[in-house]
């Protein structure tokens, strides 16, 4: 393992003191890039998990695959582990190639979403086991395990056997046990998927702020587009073996680079165009101005760009042509800090729905049923392809 210790601070490396020198922080930098070239993998029977994947992982980054179940997102990590090898391209962390470096050679560690504890050890015997294995000597030991024990905040539990914990607690000490190895690369299986929502957000929250402290590379994978969003620098979404799109959370929501994307990011408001002519495009909602140039084969119109005022009222923005159409409201859910109307409307024989999200600043809610006027700006109609392969 590369001779690194991110915040080697007087309390111990997690001790939320920072204090990182620049050479140690662009030591870590180096020894924790990630970078894929070509990488493929058919298991035996013509199974191809991955196609042809190009990436690069900057040094301590939050960096997550996103994709459905089956798209090659565990493959991939097991390759980043060691686990499984490649059948074609290589794989190089901090710039040395590790293709065909085992997995205890690599300064990576896992956590499965099967958390692969001791049942029968205290949460102390589970947390020191890595250290014990690199023959650490036991007060050195005994040090960083308390220190760590602290910072998952189970100190006070640290001698209870691991089976009469609850499955977040136990999550906890999976975590505790990679980190405290202080791997350059933590990579994490959805570590989370198990876990109510409560814990699952409190979790989310730990986990990004431990991940900020120490400063290491975490690779995390997630079929949940919201937990994606919450915690990566970037997000790689994946179909089918496939990288469809690479970007910040912002890009990827807001961008999407296909369909694909679009739809897995959660997106309903898609509609597909019919004719082209300059700026407008014809869709089942009517004739829209875009000011976006892209070719594309389907209009994706983000759920929080709609205005939505009462029939009558003037334009949210008198002196620019928006686009505006009528709708009825069919559905309303109130989330508190925003409401979510499904919307229903009607061109000529086509009938569509739309979905507005609107953030909730204490105005009159529109009921079910009113009549609303929708004005969409052409900047917010934006061009898709259904090319699901064009990443
Ligand atoms: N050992 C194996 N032998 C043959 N095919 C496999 C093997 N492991 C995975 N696959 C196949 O490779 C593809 C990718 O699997 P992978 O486990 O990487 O997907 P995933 O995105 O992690 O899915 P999930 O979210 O369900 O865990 C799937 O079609 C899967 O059935």
Redesign the pocket.
């Known amino acids: 393992m590369a001779e690194r210790s991110p915040t080697a601070a007087p309390g111990g490396p997690f001790s939320s003191v920072e204090s990182t020198t620049g050479s140690e922080a662009s030591a870590a930098r180096e020894a924790s890039s990630i970078s894929l070239k070509g990488i493929r ?1 058919e ?3 013509g ?4 196609e042809s994947v190009d990436l690069n992982i900057r040094a301590g980054e939050f960096f997550t695959l996103l ?12 390759m980043l582990a060691g686990l499984d090898e490649p059948s074609a391209g290589t794989l190089s962390i901090g710039g040395v190639d590790v293709t065909d470096t085992p997995p205890h050679k690599r300064s990576v560690n896992t956590v499965f979403q099967s958390y692969a504890l001791f049942p029968h050890l205290s949460v102390r015997d589970n947390i020191a086991f890595g250290l014990k294995m690199r023959g650490m000597a036991r007060a050195e030991r005994e040090q960083k395990v308390v220190e760590i024990a602290e910072f998952i905040k189970l100190g006070s539990l640290i001698d209870r056997r691991v089976d009469q914990l609850s499955g977040g607690q136990r999550q906890r000490i999976a975590l505790a046990r990679a980190l405290i190895c202080e791997p350059d690369v933590l990579l994490l ?2 570590p989370l998927s198990a876990l109510d929502a409560g814990l699952r957000s409190q979790l989310q929250v730990e986990l990004l702020r431990t991940q900020k402290r120490l400063g290491m590379t975490f690779v995390f ?1 997630t ?1 949940d587009q919201e937990e994606a969003m919450v915690m990566s620098d970037r997000i790689a979404v ?1 179909n089918d ?1 496939i990288i469809q799109q690479i970007g910040s959370p912002q890009e990827v929501y807001e961008r999407p680079a296909n369909l694909f994307v679009a739809r897995f990011m959660g997106h309903d408001n898609l509609f597909p165009i019919s004719a082209r002519e300059g700026m407008t495009v014809k869709t089942p909602i009517g004739t829209l101005e875009t000011e976006d140039k892209n070719e594309g084969r389907v209009a994706l119109i983000r759920p929080e760009t709609l205005e939505l005022t009462a029939p009558g009222a003037p334009s949210v923005e008198p002196g620019k042509q928006l686009n505006m159409l009528m709708c009825r409201v069919v559905e309303r859910f109130y989330r508190g800090s925003n409401v979510e109307y499904r919307l229903s409307h009607q061109h000529g024989e086509q009938h569509s729905e739309l979905i507005a999200e609107i953030s909730n600043t204490g105005d009159r809610l529109f009921r079910v049923g009113d009549e609303v006027k929708v004005e969409i700006y052409p900047e917010d109609v934006i061009m898709l392809s259904d090319d699901e392969e064009g990443a």
């Open positions: 993998k298991y035996p029977g199974v191809v998990a991955l994709g459905p179940s089956g798209c090659g997102k565990t493959t991939l990590l097991r299986d959805e994978v079929h994946l073996g």
